[in-house]
Nanobody, 119 residues
Framework: QVQLVESGGGLVQPGGSLRLSCAAS????????MGWYRQAPGKERELVAM???????IYSESVKGRFTISRDNAKNTVWLQMNSLKPEDTAVYFC?????????????WGQGTQVTVSS
């Protein structure tokens, strides 16, 4: 099994920045894509950004130009740099790992890290 651990969340004022990180361990050879999702109170979990091992990126329209996803394939670590944060970015952010071949054990999810944007 793959384990994912997020860190870097916290409280930040509007316009500020945070950098989230996620470290994968376990059977990481099966991982193809890693990304970030978020879930705000009363809302469904939604995709924020995704990065495949081939360098393909997907961003939610609401974060384009403000957030940047990056990945260290050798260490199976993924980061989310969040700039120009808005109150509507407040959510629990979850790290995600996907596999193109292992459908029984994936996707995998981290425990989540709280991001609160408030003045």
């Amino acid at each position: 099994q793959v384990q994912l651990v997020e860190s870097g969340g916290g409280l930040v004022q509007p316009g500020g920045s945070l950098r989230l990180s996620c470290a994968a361990s376990g059977t990481i050879f099966s991982i193809d894509a890693m990304g970030w999702y978020r879930q705000a109170p009363g809302k469904e979990r939604e995709l924020v950004a995704m990065l495949t091992d081939r360098g393909i990126t997907i961003y939610s329209e609401s974060v384009k130009g403000r957030f940047t996803i990056s990945r260290d394939n050798a260490k199976n670590t993924v980061w989310l740099q969040m700039n120009s944060l808005k109150p509507e970015d407040t959510a629990v952010y979850f790290c995600n790992a996907e596999s193109d071949t292992n459908y029984s054990d994936f996707p995998r999810w981290g425990q989540g890290t709280q991001v609160t944007v408030s003045s």
